[in-house]
């Protein structure tokens, strides 16, 4: 079976990210399992001065995490148009100890806004190029209009959306056998 880990950028309870997130793994084929990240909220904040051998355990954990996943999917919110702190955090933790080198990777950004957070979404690939994550074919989804496309019941009403969401897994799936 294929490993994704899977990232929302949003800590918020009733994210829609986090909600696109789950619904996008429920369109998934069988063969790809998903682990959902939860420790956002729980890293420390990026310090090269705590980058040191036993440093924190959380940081260890979001290593191992994915160091053991074949592919990461990250679906993300824009706030103050740019990545939210948490999840560029997160990133930063990773630059100096290299677990997105060649690693497959799909990028969602969903906002309420006609944008559709294209600007976090942007900024949020410079950041994965530079440390040399490997974006897969149909990887980068940009979804405006986020709250007319996904129902209270975390459903996807959209087809167009759809549609994109089946291309970027499959996408991941291809990069993720080779
Ligand atoms: C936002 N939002 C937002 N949206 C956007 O497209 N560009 C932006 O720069 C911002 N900035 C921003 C700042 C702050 C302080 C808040 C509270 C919100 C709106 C944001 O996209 C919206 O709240 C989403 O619903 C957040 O994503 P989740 O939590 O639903 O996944």
């Known amino acids: 079976k294929i490993k994704v880990l899977a990232i929302s950028g949003s800590l918020r309870q009733k994210s829609s990210n986090t909600a696109l997130l789950k619904a996008t793994i429920g369109l998934a084929p069988e063969n790809m399992v998903f682990t959902m990240y939860n420790g956002l909220g729980e890293l420390p904040h990026f310090n090269p001065d ?14 191992e995490q994915l160091k053991e996943a074949d592919g990461v999917l990250i679906c993300t919110p824009e706030y103050g148009n740019g990545v939210p702190g948490t999840l560029k ?9 290299g677990e997105f080198v060649n690693k497959p990777t ?18 949020l690939l410079l950041t994965l190029q530079m440390i040399n994550a490997e974006i897969v074919e149909n990887g980068k989804v940009i979804i405006p209009h986020i709250t007319l496309k996904l129902n209270q019941e975390g459903v996807i009403t959209d087809s167009e959306t759809r549609q994109e969401l089946h291309a970027l897994l499959q996408g991941l799936e291809q990069a993720c056998s080779r």
């Open 50 to 63: 705590l980058d040191v051998e036993d440093g924190p355990a959380s940081v260890k954990e979001l290593r």
């Open 89 to 97: 955090n997160a990133l930063d933790w990773i630059v100096s100890s």
């Open 106 to 123: 799909a990028v969602i950004s969903a906002s309420p806004s006609p944008m559709g957070g294209n600007l976090a979404h942007a900024s």
